[in-house]
């Protein structure tokens, strides 16, 4: 693989779990098939090599708000949540509110 991240079958599963998010709906946030995901996972701590199979995953977790956390000389790799709790309650409410739909990227 010759990108620097690394991720593997155990990570992948405790991203999913975290957020608490069935397989499926997973493997779609990546655009990835169910079963391919299946088998990432099964695949335990052995590290995913296909690419693009790790640049779909990040993406799942990246719709879902959880970041890799690396593995370094001093700790092993894992998974925490982007935002707090009460900044998912404020961005939940702020989406609610209605108004125009435009753009969200800021000039």
Partial sequence: M????????RVIAAARALVGV????FA??????????????????A?????????AVLRGMTHYGVLLIE?????GAGVRLKFTR???RQIARLETEGGIVASDDAP
């Fill in 71 to 75: 593995e370094t000389e001093e700790f």
């Fill in 86 to 88: 009460s900044d998912v």
């Fill in 28 to 45: 779609s946030a990546c655009g990835l098939p169910v079963d391919t995901l299946q088998r990432l996972e099964a695949a335990g701590s």
């Fill in 47 to 55: 590290f995913v090599d296909d690419e693009a199979e790790v640049e």
């Fill in 2 to 9: 010759s990108g620097t991240v690394q991720v593997s079958g």
């Fill in 22 to 25: 069935s397989q499926e709906d």
